[in-house]
């Protein structure tokens, strides 16, 4: 019976045209009946209701029903032998438009299903799909045994987010990874064009992506921020589920107004709801942590420490912080999110620093422990209160111990919301500063205390006491400068002991002589100085001191005014050396002869 309607399918085929003209005559109607067919090697591949019909002046086909199986290899993965014969049900239809009542595509996950129409031509197979997701079109064709095949297809098909069309072509060869490129469009809120390059490998637990592939992204755009050059490839060939070790990079980005430099996001998936995760800011910076999908993806990075200097090298990197050297310290780091992908949601980084140990220019901060708290919010970036760190000496050349600053978080960028400390026994203090690069503050002085201030000039013969206060501005812009200071204080003295040399050049100098009698013990109501340094340290101090001062047996008033120069940052840094020096050598030198 069979031979008796494979003839009867041959003579439809065969009858209708020879040389141009028609054999049976448009009145005749002819049908043939298959009732179904089936590859050995693949259970599921398999022709129900196959039917050839002559009607009209013309030839069509129908099939019940058509299962392709994409899963199976016909040569049980021992070689290319019968694999040519790979999707063979399709090679061995005629070339008629069929149309198929139920087309059924068996994937490595799920399957495809629904309504198609079937042409052949000299280019190949064309299939229009109806699927429950949507139409799939498909230009099949045979080529070296395998197959090549260009269409596009609902991307809901393969992600129920993806809402748009995927553009895809690819080639399978008998003994060859299995080639598939794809792009589309990703759906709102985000922006962008989603691209695959896939290598895939069969082996003995089916196919697998080969770490050739890649899932790419030139730029990824949501309403808070972006991502740049991103790509996703396996580390090892991983199964079809996507279940192993991912590697997510990118090259740079922004949240909300703040920029946001390259890394790479090593991922681990347990399962598709949850794995651990590794992020690479640097070689030497590591954060790891766990995600989950639980109403979103949320994210929990446990309590881990980094060594400060390359986590200060990373941020200098992208933020406009000054250039610090550092030299010690420990930062600890936990953070939380409950869904990073809702951005109503809040993401917290909590930092603690310990024993850090950091320079700034001519600046040299010791003993530096601290607490920052980190929100990513929907207005944006924000600090937690009580952000802020503690300094146990700043090595100027002039000690300032017991230093405090709190942190915020302004315009997009790190402020200095205020910072006290001690100096030469008085106190000082901050305004608020923007930090960066490029800073500009002010400093304020109270209580400084002027007998220390005047033992740091190191002139001998000169001594002093009373209490300063003061304003300097400054800028510092890799190193620092000062112009209009000011420091001012009432009710002190000031003496000068002058050396030999300089009382024997008086004798003959009437004013000189006059300057060192009333310098010898200056009682001052009233000192006021004005300070401008260069960024190189060259400063000029006019000093004006109004009192009175013995001479002979009565006080008579005194207006002093003296202009001096000298680079300071010299001078800081001699008194830093003469500082190290001390703390270098034995007790026994420090006091001279031990006689």
């Known amino acids: 019976m069979r031979g008796i309607v494979c003839g009867l399918m041959a003579a439809l085929l065969l009858w209708p045209v020879s040389g141009g003209a028609q054999v049976l005559p448009s009145w005749l109607e002819l049908s043939a009946r298959l009732e179904r067919a089936h590859v050995p090697a693949c259970p599921r591949e398999r022709a129900q209701g196959f039917e050839l019909h002559w009607r009209d002046g013309g030839i069509s086909g129908r099939l019940a029903r058509?299962?392709?199986?994409?899963?199976?290899?016909?040569?049980?993965?021992?070689?290319?032998?019968?694999?040519?014969?790979?999707?063979?049900?399709?090679?061995?239809?005629?070339?008629?438009?069929?149309?198929?009542?139920?087309?059924?595509?068996?994937?490595?996950?799920?399957?495809?299903?629904?309504?198609?129409?079937?042409?052949?031509?000299?280019?190949?197979?064309?299939?229009?799909?109806?699927?429950?997701?949507?139409?799939?079109?498909?230009?099949?064709?045979?080529?070296?045994?395998?197959?090549?095949?260009?269409?596009?297809?609902?991307?809901?098909?393969?992600?129920p987010a993806l809402t748009g069309l995927v553009a895809m072509e690819g080639e399978w060869k008998p003994g060859q990874d299995l080639q598939l490129n794809a792009s589309t469009a990703l759906p709102a809120p985000f922006a962008g064009q989603l691209r695959l390059r896939g290598r895939l490998a069969q082996g003995e637990q089916g196919w697998y992506w080969q770490p050739a592939s890649r899932l790419s992204l030139s730029k990824l755009s949501w309403p808070q921020g972006r991502l740049r050059d991103?790509?996703?490839?396996?580390?090892?060939?991983?199964?079809?589920?996507?279940?192993?070790?991912?590697?997510?990079?990118?090259?740079?980005?922004?949240?909300?107004?703040?920029?946001?430099?390259?890394?790479?996001?090593?991922?681990?998936l347990t399962d598709h709801q949850q794995g651990e995760l590794t992020l690479r800011l640097n070689p030497q910076v590591k954060v790891s942590g766990y995600w989950r999908r639980q109403g979103g993806l949320a994210l929990q990075l446990p309590e881990q420490s980094l060594p400060l200097a390359a986590v200060t090298g990373w941020l200098q990197g992208w933020l406009n912080l000054p250039v610090a050297t550092v030299s010690g310290g420990e930062l600890t780091l936990s953070g939380r999110a409950g869904n990073l992908l809702d951005a109503t949601r809040p993401v917290t980084l909590d930092l603690a620093l310990s024993d850090g140990d950091l320079g700034l220019g001519e600046v040299?901060?010791?003993?530096?422990?601290?607490?920052?708290?980190?929100?990513?919010?929907?207005?944006?970036?924000?600090?937690?209160p009580g952000s802020g760190l503690t300094i146990g000496e700043l090595n100027t050349g002039v000690p300032v111990t017991n230093i405090h600053a709190a942190l915020d978080w302004r315009n997009n960028a790190f402020w200095l919301a205020g910072l006290t400390g001690r100096v030469l026994d008085g106190r000082l203090a901050l305004s608020p500063m923007k930090l960066g690069a490029h800073s500009r503050g002010e400093l304020h002085l109270q209580d400084i205390s002027l007998a220390q201030l005047l033992s740091l000039a190191a002139l001998p013969g000169l001594t002093g006491d009373g209490d300063l206060h003061g304003r300097l501005p400054f800028v510092f812009d890799g190193r620092f400068s000062v112009e209009n200071?000011?420091?001012?204080?009432?009710?002190?003295?000031?003496?000068?002991?002058?050396?030999?040399?300089?009382?024997?050049a008086a004798e003959d100098n009437l004013s000189l002589a006059l300057t060192l009698g009333m310098l010898k013990d200056?009682?001052?109501?009233?000192?006021?100085?004005?300070?401008?340094?260069?960024?190189?340290?060259?400063?000029?101090?006019?000093?004006?001191?109004r009192g009175?001062?013995?001479?002979?047996?009565?006080?008579?008033?005194?207006?002093?005014?003296?202009?001096?120069?000298?680079?300071?940052?010299?001078?800081?840094?001699?008194?830093?050396?003469?500082?190290?020096?001390?703390?270098?050598l034995p007790a026994g030198l420090q006091g001279g002869s031990n006689e």
């Open 364 to 384: 040299r901060a010791q003993g530096v422990t601290g607490q920052l708290g980190l929100g990513w919010r929907r207005q944006g970036l924000v600090l937690s």
């Open 548 to 584: 009175q001062a013995p001479v002979g047996e009565r006080l008579h008033p005194v207006n002093f005014n003296y202009r001096h120069e000298e680079n300071l940052l010299q001078l800081l840094t001699s008194l830093r050396f003469a500082e190290q020096l001390s703390e270098r």
């Open 485 to 504: 200071g000011r420091l001012w204080g009432d009710d002190g003295w000031v003496s000068y002991q002058a050396a030999d040399t300089l009382l024997g």
């Open 230 to 268: 991103l790509s996703l490839r396996p580390t090892r060939a991983l199964p079809l589920t996507g279940v192993g070790h991912w590697t997510l990079s990118w090259r740079d980005g922004r949240w909300q107004q703040q920029g946001l430099p390259g890394g790479r996001l090593e991922l681990s």
């Open 522 to 545: 200056l009682r001052y109501h009233r000192l006021e100085a004005e300070l401008a340094m260069t960024p190189k340290g060259d400063a000029v101090i006019v000093s004006r001191l």
């Open 66 to 159: 058509l299962s392709l199986d994409l899963t199976c290899s016909r040569s049980g993965n021992q070689g290319t032998e019968g694999e040519r014969d790979a999707l063979s049900l399709l090679l061995t239809l005629p070339p008629v438009d069929f149309a198929i009542e139920r087309l059924v595509l068996y994937l490595p996950q799920g399957e495809l299903t629904g309504p198609a129409r079937l042409r052949r031509d000299e280019a190949g197979m064309h299939i229009d799909w109806q699927t429950g997701g949507g139409e799939l079109t498909l230009l099949l064709t045979p080529r070296d045994g395998g197959w090549r095949w260009r269409g596009t297809l609902p991307g809901s098909l393969l992600l």
